[in-house]
């Protein structure tokens, strides 16, 4: 399996997780709800990791013209649950042919936009990217978990 296969099938997987955990939320105002002690709700977290994929990857690689509001992603609430889902299940879609564009040789490339003060091949940050997402798709499961309690 070559790297690409393992971001794409790494990706897949977790936005998959994603749209499982803001699906078994068992109630749409429990995703905006603000836990004690949190400053993010799981709602937030989706559209963050929404706009940090669509504009990193589609919008970066994939030339899909997505325009950031990441004040929104933090800011915004009660967006539908089904409005979230459909655009978590884009995100992926988007993401997916973004990747399918890449060779390994692309991997090893510097990443154009400057995100962090060093140098970084493409590669590193796109492993980056997905364990960004993995964190914070903890952070909605754990998110979902309380608010079954509270």
């Not at 836990?35 to 989706?46: D, E, K, M, V």
């Amino acid at each position: 399996m070559n790297q690409i296969s393992i971001l794409q099938s790494l990706y897949n997987r977790d936005l998959d997780r994603l749209y499982q955990e803001v699906e078994s939320y068992q109630a749409d105002q429990a995703l905006w709800q603000t836990l004690p002690g949190t400053s993010n709700c799981g709602g937030n977290l989706a559209l963050h990791l929404v706009g940090n994929l669509n504009t990193f990857i589609c919008a970066q690689i994939g030339k899909s013209g997505y325009v950031r509001d990441r004040h929104a992603e933090f800011n915004q609430k009660d967006v539908p649950r089904k409005e979230l889902l459909r655009m978590i299940s884009d995100t992926k879609t988007g993401v997916a042919a973004a990747l399918s564009t890449l060779s390994e040789a692309d991997l090893a490339e510097d990443y154009t936009l400057r995100v962090f003060p060093e140098t970084m091949t493409l590669g590193w940050f796109l492993f980056h990217l997905q364990s960004h997402l993995n964190y914070h798709l903890g952070q909605v499961n754990y998110h979902r978990r309380q608010t079954a309690i509270h």
